[in-house]
């Protein structure tokens, strides 16, 4: 059944109305318990087939997500997915308004949506790049703000995993709207790039930052002077042994939850954090330990190490901790298939501390611990990269109060305690990144990147 494109609005002799049409752009908010998280929605329609693009303002440069198809049910209401679960909106073409409910939640989620005319002004640019690093050709994305440059830029590094560059580009789409341009990549054997993900090491990954640097030192709409980076997780490695080996000099860093202590050093603190909350006897976590230290047994065979790891996983799957520690991604995993395996372990292909070129950083450097991270650990983090960075007076290291690893505050039902001659207040409180992130990472890219500028 084709969607609605034209419908009549107000009195008939009121003029020629302008026809309605499914297809342009649209504000509102989900609504649960009375509290709500604003949206947009930017319907386009191809050979009568609509598609909606969701964005979550609070979400900030997590909130966007690709396009849907929206199809129509028997009940005459059309239907596309959310973040939350299917949405089953009535179209109110005299109005121009969507409202309907949204997945299977109690107390229930409702979506309204009212058509509006789009924003003011063109929208960041995007160009596809490719560039050489060492024996492999990546491919990746600039983005850069719609006014003329040069403008200040920064390479996003993503963490541990084999990551395509959707998810830097949603970032630079935010930054550049701030009037900063920046890279993503599709990291080695992702996406379009050359290579092999298994393979890479901490050298390699050093490398391909340092060429992304390069590319946009090279471009004519960027202020070489004002170039940083920006890494969330692992890159909390990467980014220090690319910054001291860099022929691009570095102007700014942010790290959202990057380690300062060795490789071996947080598999142990994770580790020693997973024995606690799963409540294991000492033996047990003696033995979650034990793996960590064979996953680094450089000195010993690798015949040797890997039966012995064998007899832990058969622990660790009978007691639970394999499942909640180990990666089994053969990629970037923890688990060898193989004895010969053993050197291909990410542990093993990234074992790195990052001390000494962090002590060598100068340049002004925000990094981010979440509080209640059990991944990268603020206790044993926090107050190490503080040390580290000691002589940086541009240093700042912030700890995020009630966050993970993600910076994010969860959704839950909230009870705020009154005096005793009121009622307690309750709300829903739907998630969003901490405001105590975006703040002082905004401030911090003003300061450094923009300067004022924007």
Known sequence: MPFPTVAQDGPVNAGTPEPFTIEGYWTGAYVRDGTTQRVTATVTVANDTPRVALTNEELVFFGGRDPVTATRTDDERLTFETRYGTARVDVDSTYRELVGTVGEHEPPIEIHLKKNAPPLGPSPQTTDVTFESGDATLHGTVVTPSAPGPHPALVYVPGRGCASRGGGVRRLRWLAEHGIAGLAYDNRGTGDSEGSCKTSTIETESRDIRSAL??????????????????????????????????????????????????????????RLIARDMGLAPADSAKMLRYVDLMFAVDRPNDAVFAEMQDLLAHGDSTGWA??????????????????????????????????????????????????????????????????????????????????????????????????????????KFYRVAPNYIGPLVRFLNAHALRGDG
Not at 229 to 257: C, M
Not at 349 to 371: I, N, S
Not at 394 to 414: D, F, I, K, Y
């Open 214 to 271: 390069q590319v946009l030192a090279d471009r004519d709409d960027v202020d070489a002077g004002r170039i940083g980076l920006w890494g969330n997780s692992a890159a909390g490695w990467y980014i220090p042994h690319a910054v001291t080996r860099s022929t691009v000099d570095v102007a700014f860093v942010a790290q959202k939850v990057g380690p300062s202590t060795s490789v071996e050093a947080q598999q142990k603190d994770n580790a």
């Open 323 to 428: 499942d909640e520690f180990l990666v089994r991604d053969p990629a970037i995993g923890d688990v060898p298939a193989t004895a010969a395996g053993l050197d291909s372990l990410w542990a093993r292909r990234y074992d790195y501390d990052p001390a000494e070129d962090l002590r060598q950083m100068d340049m002004p450097v925000l990094a981010f611990y979440g509080a209640e991270d059990q991944i990268v650990s603020a206790r044993e983090n926090a107050p190490l990269m503080r040390r580290l960075l000691a002589d940086n007076e541009n240093a700042r290291v912030v700890v995020v109060p009630e966050t993970g690893h993600g910076l994010g505050h969860g959704s839950e039902m909230r009870t705020l305690s009154t005096p005793q001659d009121r009622y307690d207040t309750h709300y829903w």
